[in-house]
C-alpha cells in the first residue's frame, strides 16, 4: 500500500474518532441528570380528609403550574383537580386508601419527574 494512502486512512479514521467524542461529550451535557430548571420552592402538607381520600395542600412558598405537578398513589399516577396555577391554600384531594404511599411530583418537558414531597398516610 502506498505510503499517502496509508496517512489518508489514519487521518480519516482520527477525523471520525475526534466528531464520534465531541458527540458523545455534548449528548452527556444535554441529557446529564439535573439539566434544566430546579423545582419551584414550596411547601406541601398533605393529611386524610376521610378513609378513601387524601388532600395535599400547597403550604406556602413559590406558586407552580398544575401541568408541572403530578400526584402518585402507590405509584400510580392519580388526577387531581388543581387551578392552574397552585398557590398557597389551594388544596386537591386524591383518592387514597390507609396505610397508602403518596407521592408528589414536579416536572417539566425537558427535565426528568422529581419527587419534591412522599407521605404515608
Given at each position: 500500500?502506498?505510503?499517502?494512502?496509508?496517512?489518508?486512512?489514519?487521518?480519516?479514521?482520527?477525523?471520525?474518532?475526534?466528531?464520534?467524542?465531541?458527540?458523545?461529550?455534548?449528548?452527556?451535557?444535554?441529557?446529564?441528570?439535573g439539566?434544566g430548571?430546579?423545582?419551584?420552592?414550596?411547601?406541601?402538607?398533605?393529611?386524610?380528609?376521610?378513609?378513601?381520600?387524601?388532600?395535599?395542600?400547597?403550604?406556602?412558598?413559590?406558586?407552580?403550574?398544575?401541568?408541572?405537578?403530578?400526584?402518585?398513589?402507590?405509584?400510580t399516577?392519580?388526577?387531581?383537580?388543581?387551578?392552574?396555577?397552585?398557590?398557597?391554600?389551594?388544596?386537591?384531594?386524591?383518592?387514597?386508601?390507609?396505610?397508602?404511599?403518596?407521592?408528589?411530583?414536579?416536572?417539566?418537558?425537558?427535565?426528568?419527574?422529581?419527587?419534591?414531597?412522599?407521605?404515608?398516610?
Amino acid at each position: 500500500m502506498n505510503g499517502d494512502r496509508i496517512l489518508d486512512i489514519v487521518a480519516v479514521g482520527l477525523a471520525l474518532a475526534v466528531v464520534a467524542a465531541v458527540g458523545t461529550v455534548v449528548l452527556a451535557a444535554v441529557s446529564a441528570p439535573g439539566a434544566g430548571p430546579s423545582p419551584p420552592d414550596a411547601n406541601w402538607t398533605a393529611e386524610r380528609v376521610n378513609e378513601s381520600h387524601v388532600r395535599v395542600a400547597h403550604a406556602g412558598g413559590e406558586p407552580v403550574e398544575r401541568e408541572h405537578l403530578a400526584v402518585a398513589v402507590n405509584g400510580t399516577e392519580r388526577a387531581v383537580a388543581w387551578p392552574d396555577v397552585i398557590v398557597e391554600g389551594d388544596r386537591g384531594v386524591v383518592r387514597a386508601s390507609e396505610g397508602s404511599v403518596v407521592e408528589l411530583y414536579w416536572s417539566t418537558e425537558h427535565s426528568r419527574r422529581t419527587r419534591i414531597a412522599s407521605w404515608r398516610l
